[in-house]
């Protein structure tokens, strides 16, 4: 009976079935930048991990049936009115990928992801290249591959994680969350491996036995700590190594040894790639913003900026909330509004549903309240950054006109 399954095995088939309905009903490119993530996923798949600068242009040589594959789905792109067809799937099937036919490609900003990000998308590509000539073979391939990694990392959590397993379903089974899952992203990476982060960290602080210096359970966190800091740099999450306490460790030193490997291995993958991408960094929003600026604004001006944190939270943070549940396609498909109504509650009940016998210290809710303020801070400055007007709202607009669109 299924009532008698594992959470994890349950997460399993609904997300499959569920997430394999996302890979074939939604038309290709039809997620953000879907494009530039397919794009990077093929060149990794040829075996080329690094993008060129050329005059500007971010890319590099792929076969140019790629770009006329996007050209076919442009029109749908941000246009729900507009519906595909089986004569408009018939014809992408007829479409070979004729490798020896290329041309310079670009994919500015999915050109600074490390490999990691594309771990399961790039082999999956070259799987289809194997199995047929049809580009859309591959396409759909390593949409599938996304999918299964994402199983498999929140798999390997709801197994490890020893309390709080009904949250993470109810994380990893939000519509926006599946729907990551069956497109071509980076952020099936950054999820899957930071739910796998803190199951790992909730284990060791409720295990019993005694953490040795690079034991197997340390190893886990170190591997897994690296391919953090490889997928799209998102270390936000790392300070929370430090809710391990002395105590768990057989000695001080092995306490100060074992962290110490983990931060100091995963900067140093941060700080590897950084350094292999470096030249490939340019302003993707030069007709509003100017990196340069901004951050000499905020410089001279930290009272002022700190304004506009916060003005931007009130303006921002209703409609991150919905996002974080889903807003699909193009980010421009809600769900019904009672869908973001009812999920805070369906995450609160699983936490009060949890029957398991622990509680944090105060300095350990001191540091996950830290860690989860500074994530929101660099967050919200890095997007300002990038993309605002100096001295203004991030993204603006008004409450009132988030909630009335809702």
């Known amino acids: 009976m299924i009532k008698d399954w594992a959470i994890e095995k349950i997460f399993l088939l609904l997300a499959v079935v569920f997430g394999f309905l ?8 039809q997620s953000v930048d879907e494009d530039m993530h397919f794009f990077r996923a093929y060149q990794i798949s040829q075996g080329k991990f690094l993008a060129h600068n ?11 049936s790629l770009s006329a594959f996007y050209d076919d789905f442009f029109p749908f792109i941000k246009n729900i009115d507009k519906k595909s067809d089986l004569q408009i799937i018939n014809s992408t099937f007829a479409r070979k990928i004729a490798p020896t036919q290329t041309q310079y490609t670009e994919f500015t900003n999915t050109a600074l992801y490390s490999p990691i990000c594309y771990l399961s998308q790039a082999p999956a590509i070259n799987l289809g290249k194997v199995l047929s000539d049809r580009l859309a073979v591959a396409y759909y391939l390593g949409r599938l591959g996304n999918l299964l990694l994402y199983c498999l990392l929140v798999y390997l959590a709801l197994r490890t994680v020893p309390f709080f397993k009904l949250p993470l379903l109810c994380l ?19 999820l899957g491996f930071n739910f796998l982060w803190i199951a790992l960290l909730l284990k060791c602080l409720t295990n019993e036995k005694s953490l040795k210096f690079f034991d197997k359970r ?13 997928s799209k740099s998102y270390i936000l999450l790392l300070p929370l190594i430090f809710l391990l306490p002395i105590s768990k460790f057989n000695s001080k030193k092995s306490y100060v040894m074992s962290i110490l490997t983990v931060l100091i291995s995963a900067f140093g993958a941060l700080i590897f790639w950084s350094f292999c991408i470096k030249g ?8 509003v913003a100017n990196s340069d600026l901004q951050i000499a604004f905020i410089k001279s001006h930290p009272i002022q900026y700190i304004g506009v944190l916060i003005k931007t ?18 980010q421009d498909t809600r769900l019904d509004f009672m869908t973001y109504l009812i999920y805070p509650f369906l995450i609160y009940f699983g936490i009060k549903a949890d029957g398991f016998n622990f ?46 669109h809702l």
């Not at 490939?280 to 007709?287: A, D, E, F, I, P």
């Not at 303006?315 to 396609?329: A, E, H, Y």
Request: aromatic letters at 12%; charged letters at 5%; a positive charge.
């Open 280 to 287: 490939l960094t340019l302003n993707m929003n030069n007709t």
């Open 218 to 230: 340390l190893l886990a966190l170190t591997i897994t700590a690296i391919l953090i800091a490889l």
């Open 359 to 404: 509680k944090l210290q105060n300095w350990q809710k001191a540091i996950i309240a830290v860690t989860i303020l500074t994530g929101v801070i660099i967050t919200y400055t890095s997007l300002y950054i990038m993309w605002t007007p100096v001295e203004t709202v991030l993204f603006s607009g008004s409450m009132a006109n988030i909630l009335f």
């Open 54 to 64: 050329l005059n500007g242009k971010i890319g590099d040589i792929i076969p140019s």
């Open 172 to 190: 990893a089974l939000m519509p926006m969350s599946l729907s990551l899952a069956g497109a071509y992203t980076c952020d099936v990476a950054v």
């Open 22 to 29: 996302y890979v074939f009903i939604l038309p290709p490119f």
């Open 313 to 330: 939270f009130f303006v921002k943070t209703p409609r991150l909330f919905i996002t974080m549940i889903g807003v699909l396609g193009w």
